[in-house]
Nanobody, 126 residues
Framework: VQLQAFGGGLVQAGGFLRLSCAASGRTFSVYAMGWFRQAPGKEREFVAAISWSGGSTYYVDSVKGRFTISRDNAKNTVYLQMNSLKPEDTAVYYC????????????????????WGQGTQVTVSS
């Protein structure tokens, strides 16, 4: 499956952005999807994930209550709605997909994902 992330940009603190990740090549609905981010000088970290069934979502503590992950299988797209953005949210955001029908209790580890999209830059100014 090929993934393409877009929707990043420059926003002021307190603002919002919606990232999209479009998938092509295979049946999208069978893949669990995740968002990761990498800030300058830091390791890539987990942000949010959604199970292939869409029934479970997972978030890193720092974004809980501010970010929402969702999927639209008809559009082969996963979204990350980011509200109340903070300067510390500044990073390159990557979307990723697992193998088909992958089940996990967390989906937070990079090794759980087999497919990665290119990143999209999110910059939050103070």
């Amino acid at each position: 499956v090929q993934l393409q992330a877009f929707g990043g940009g420059l926003v002021q603190a307190g603002g919002f952005l919606r990232l999209s990740c479009a998938a092509s090549g295979r049946t999208f609905s069978v893949y669990a999807m995740g968002w990761f981010r990498q800030a300058p000088g830091k390791e890539r970290e987990f942000v949010a994930a959604i199970s292939w069934s869409g029934g479970s979502t997972y978030y890193v503590d720092s974004v809980k209550g501010r970010f929402t992950i969702s999927r639209d299988n008809a559009k082969n797209t996963v979204y990350l709605q980011m509200n109340s953005l903070k300067p510390e949210d500044t990073a390159v955001y990557y979307c990723a997909a697992t193998t088909p029908y992958y089940d996990s209790s967390s989906l937070v580890y990079e090794y759980e994902y087999d497919y990665w999209g290119q990143g999209t830059q999110v910059t939050v100014s103070s």
